[in-house]
């Protein structure tokens, strides 16, 4: 947590309000009352109705047995029920542990069983997945099911006709949830943040982005990512009074549809899925008339699609640029071509301290590569439970060692220029080297491990994974490779796009795999292959 001398001067600056995310919807019930805050395909749910649903569901899961501090792990599709279950979470000060609908059995095993979870929230069947299955690796967790339950407990037979008995709320210190981090060591981290500073930087985006009760903001993203969350995000709009539409596709034959009928006027995408728009949209020689900003973030946005999104949208592109641990960057909606086409942003806040440093942590003049590092009123100052990751994640006097290279231009503006840490961003999901070369060494025929990325035009980066045979196997093939890893409940898309089967790996002065070697005979091999 903040040391008291920072806490004290975040509220002294207006920046912690003393409200909590529960508050934050019975403001906007009070201010918005009947007007639409969600649309799920037919279904349209008011900020009352919102509300009172939330209010009803905390007082079934408190008569569940759940309790503030309890946590609870969510894993919902972009649904009206995933903001039931986080408000009604929210209401009790239990912490929603926010999963991801492509988490298989590896990572919800281990958020159930890291965090002592007492329930774990999920659905039936999505995207050809049975999520019910899941229930034999949630340990002690409770399974509650949004849609058909099997054997387990319904999600609807939770909401109370009463909210009498529903206990004191919790404070706006108080831990509000526990996010996932994109780590590049091991299992994900998980990451603490209090309602205070969350709000914080909810309401300050949502300023940022210029957001009213007239914004439609759409929802492709899984809702639980930081991104389409709090950047603005759903949280944003609420706050501002305006409507969020959900989508469980991005497909522009879909959305683009959806766009028109709610007039949609802001959407979030990472570059893949903004150059598909891009594409589909020029195929049709028309842009989105209401749509007035896409947001793209979650990875590097190529210079030349940044060029091309007011031509063929008809809208303001706004590049974000972020993590779940904290810091947020945008341009803002009145900077010129120069700084949108190519940057990401500058920070939300004044007093975001943005450090730019080399290896030895001394800092670097603007124009300089170098290692970001961040504090501020919505930076966390450590991982939940990880005392030992901590002591290399952040420095003594508490910033943020984030793993990005960037340089830093006047006015603060921030290039990102890579990673110096082990991991890969595929699309906008990270994945950490370190836990899929784990699964990997669990293959009979394997050895050793590694793990890198590989420049891709669309994805940004793919994963190739190098292995060593062990002695006398037959080396495996990736779809052996890739089927053993879906056995292991791995997420689909933590799973190795290539293999490469060599002798043996570089090594660095001090003995450990050379990452950059291998990354550059991969560029070696492409090259003389002809091939990108």
């Known amino acids: 947590m903040w040391p008291d001398d920072f806490a004290e001067r975040y509220r002294k600056l207006g920046h912690w309000t003393g409200q909590t995310l529960f508050d934050l919807l019975s403001t906007a019930a009070e201010r918005f009352g009947d007007r639409d805050a969600v649309i799920d395909g037919d279904a349209r749910v008011s900020y009352r109705s919102l509300h009172e649903r939330a209010s009803r569901l905390a007082a079934g899961l408190h008569d569940f047995g759940v309790r503030r501090g309890d946590r609870v792990v969510v894993q919902l599709p972009n649904t009206a029920a995933y903001f039931d279950v986080i408000f009604a979470l929210f209401r009790l000060g239990a912490l929603p542990v926010f999963a991801l609908p492509a988490h298989r059995g590896a990572e919800i095993g281990y958020f159930c069983s890291h965090t002592d979870a007492v329930a774990l929230i999920t659905t039936d069947v999505y995207d050809g997945f049975d999520h019910r299955t899941l229930a034999s690796v949630a340990g002690a967790a409770k399974l509650i099911v949004a849609g058909d339950p099997g054997s387990h407990t319904a999600l609807s037979s939770l909401y109370t006709s009463s909210v009498s008995s529903l206990p004191p709320g919790p404070g706006p210190s108080d831990l509000a949830f526990l996010q996932l981090s994109g780590g590049s060591t091991g299992l994900p981290k998980l990451i603490p943040r209090t309602h205070d500073d969350y709000l914080y930087s909810v309401r300050a985006s949502a300023e940022i982005c210029e957001l009213t009760p007239d914004s439609s903001y759409l929802v492709v993203l899984p809702v639980a990512h930081n991104f389409p969350m709090s950047s603005p995000g759903v949280l944003g709009v609420f706050h501002a009074g305006g409507k969020v539409v959900l989508s469980t596709t991005p497909d522009p034959a879909r959305v683009f549809p959806l766009i028109e009928r709610e007039r949609v006027t802001i959407a979030a995408l990472v570059p893949p899925l903004a150059l598909v728009w891009l594409d589909a949209a020029a195929n049709l020689g028309a842009g989105l008339p209401s749509l007035e900003v896409l947001q793209v973030g979650g990875a590097k946005l190529l210079d030349s699609v940044a060029a091309r999104v007011e031509p063929v949208l008809g809208c303001k592109l706004q590049q974000v640029f972020g993590m779940a641990e904290g810091l947020v960057n945008y341009t803002r909606l009145d ?198």
């Open 335 to 532: 900077d010129g071509d120069d700084i949108v086409l190519h940057t990401q942003g500058r920070p939300i806040s004044p007093d975001d301290e943005v450090l730019v440093v080399d290896d030895e942590d001394v800092p670097v003049p603007d124009g300089t590569v170098g290692h970001l590092l961040t504090r501020g009123p919505y930076t966390i100052r450590g991982y939940w439970r990880a005392d030992e990751h901590n002591r290399t994640a952040f420095t003594d006097d508490g910033f943020y060692r984030t793993g990005d290279l960037v340089r830093r231009l006047d006015g603060g503006y921030l290039v990102v220029e890579g990673r110096a840490k082990d991991q890969i961003n595929r699309g906008g999901e990270k994945i950490a080297a370190e836990e899929v070369e784990d699964h990997l060494l669990t293959h009979p025929a394997v050895h050793d491990a590694a793990v890198v990325s590989v420049p891709d035009t669309y994805l940004g980066e793919r994963s190739c994974a190098f292995v060593v045979v062990k002695d006398g196997m037959t080396a495996p093939r990736l779809r052996d490779i890739r089927e053993h890893l879906r056995d292991r409940g791995l997420a689909t898309f933590k799973i190795p796009d290539r293999l490469r089967v060599v002798d043996g790996f570089p090594v660095t002065g001090v003995g450990k795999t050379s990452r950059r070697e291998l990354r550059a005979l991969l560029r070696e091999l492409a090259a003389s292959k002809g091939t990108a």
